[in-house]
């Protein structure tokens, strides 16, 4: 215990000590996060309907085809019925029609902002999510909050992207009305945008993923993957509902920052090659967890990038008794495909309009290879593709 308490202090005291901090000097040390994992509100009574004279499908255990199919077996009047009675359930259920979910979360966050043990600040939050023309994809209202969101028309789109963001992310970080592009919801717009205006023939959507249990400031949650890995079912169900809702000529690609990285960098062995190779992509990440690229398995085609000023270089990637992310993804050996970075400053700057990396992360996710720019050490990063 003395060497984890040591560890951390270091990781700490290092990201302090650098420049922006991400906030970590007001926030070095928190308190452990419990995830939020288990059944959702409502699930005992949706268990216990026979309503439709059959059983409903397990929102824990059923797999997210076999609930699209079960959701195809009903009217569009049983639909609304199901959306209506149990919101919640129907709202995050992977393998639910896309369109029946947004109207499900609709009803849950009405129903959250009129709860009387909502927050003040978490309910300003929900009816932001209630604007018009926002997707939201998930919902969760228990703890801090957890929401999934998508841009453009999923149910159509040719490429899809997943963000999936880091550390001090939930329904009341979810967004920065002052600069977007440093928020979870912003990223995903701002890369939306970004591949709209490049390919504006091109169906894209872009899913924010903010829906698993992040750490708060730079302490033992951070420093371990405890929360990554109670993050990484949720983050398989996804991937297999969107499969089993969705048509995209390959398969989704994944955009991972920060801690999100180590949440990929887990779930990256259980993307199978058979669905058709991910393209993820790291960026200012601590470390995935793993030695290098090949441990992620053949499903994943890696890309990464960090920019100078991001204060996370100056966290020592390494992993002793289970403290730290492992080897540096942008290091020579790891096996990514480096990407340029300039024009992006700081931690969070990564997906600012202007920047190399917002441009190649559009590339990526349009499968336009040749036009990435790659970083100066390594000039080939396209090579093969």
Same mark, same amino acid.
Request: hydrophobic share 40%.
């Given at each position: 215990?003395?060497?984890? $308490?040591?560890?951390?202090?270091a990781?700490?005291?290092?990201? /302090? ?36 004279? $059959? ?8 797999? %997210? ?23 919640? &359930?129907?709202?995050n259920?992977? @393998? ?22 909502t ?5 300003g ?6 604007? %018009? ?14 929401v999934?969101? &998508?841009f453009?028309?999923?149910t ?15 329904a ?9 592009? +440093? ?7 701002s ?14 959507? &872009?899913?924010? =993923? ?31 509902g969107?499969?089993?809702?969705t048509?995209?000529?390959?398969? %989704? ?9 180590? /949440? ?14 991910t ?20 499903g994943?085609?890696? =890309?990464?990038?960090?920019n100078?000023?991001? =204060? ?26 480096? &990407?340029?970075?300039? @024009?992006?400053?700081?931690?969070? @700057? ?8 917002? +441009? ?16 100066? @050490?390594? %000039? ?6």
């Amino acid at each position: 215990m003395r060497l984890k $308490r040591t560890l951390i202090a270091a990781v700490v005291s290092l990201a /302090v000590l650098c420049g922006s901090g991400a906030a970590a000097a007001g926030a070095a040390v928190s308190d452990e996060q419990v995830a939020i994992t288990g059944p959702l509100p409502g699930t005992t009574a949706w268990h216990r309907d026979h309503a439709l004279d $059959r059983s409903l499908p397990d929102p824990q255990s059923a797999e %997210p085809a076999d609930t699209a199919a079960f959701f195809a077996s009903l009217s569009d009047a049983q639909q609304e019925q199901l959306a209506q009675r149990y919101p919640l &359930v129907v709202g995050n259920l992977d @393998g639910a029609p896309v369109q029946l979910r947004y109207r499900a979360n609709r009803i849950a966050l009405q129903q959250a902002v009129a709860d009387p043990r909502t927050s003040a600040a978490l309910a300003g939050e929900y009816r932001a999510l209630l604007r %018009p023309g926002r997707q939201i994809l998930a919902f969760d209202p228990r703890s801090r909050g957890q929401v999934a969101e &998508v841009f453009g028309d999923l149910t159509a789109a040719q490429r899809i992207s997943v963000l999936v963001p880091g550390s001090d992310v939930d329904a009341t970080h979810y967004e920065d009305t002052q600069q977007p592009p +440093r928020a979870a919801a912003g990223m995903a717009q701002s890369l939306y945008a970004q591949e709209q205006a490049d390919s504006p023939g091109t169906r894209t959507a &872009v899913i924010a =993923w903010a829906d698993y249990t992040t750490p708060v400031g730079l302490g033992a949650d951070a420093a371990t993957s405890r929360l990554a890995e109670a993050a990484v079912p949720r983050l398989d169900h996804l991937l297999a509902g969107l499969r089993a809702t969705t048509h995209p000529l390959t398969a %989704p690609s994944l955009f991972c920052h920060s801690y999100g990285s180590v /949440v990929c960098g887990l779930a990256a062995p259980g993307i199978r090659r058979s669905h058709g190779v991910t393209d993820m992509v790291v960026f200012g990440s601590p470390g995935m967890g793993v030695p290098d690229a090949a441990k992620l398995g053949d499903g994943v085609r890696l =890309w990464a990038t960090r920019n100078g000023s991001d =204060w996370i270089s100056n966290v020592p990637y390494l992993e002793v008794e289970g403290l730290g992310h492992g080897a540096d993804p942008t290091s020579a050996g790891f096996g990514s495909r480096v &990407v340029s970075a300039a @024009g992006a400053h700081g931690h969070t @700057g990564y997906l600012y309009p202007g920047t190399d990396s917002l +441009r190649s992360f559009a590339d990526i996710a349009l499968g336009r290879y040749s036009d990435v720019v790659c970083a100066t @050490g390594d %000039p080939s990063c396209d090579r093969g593709l």
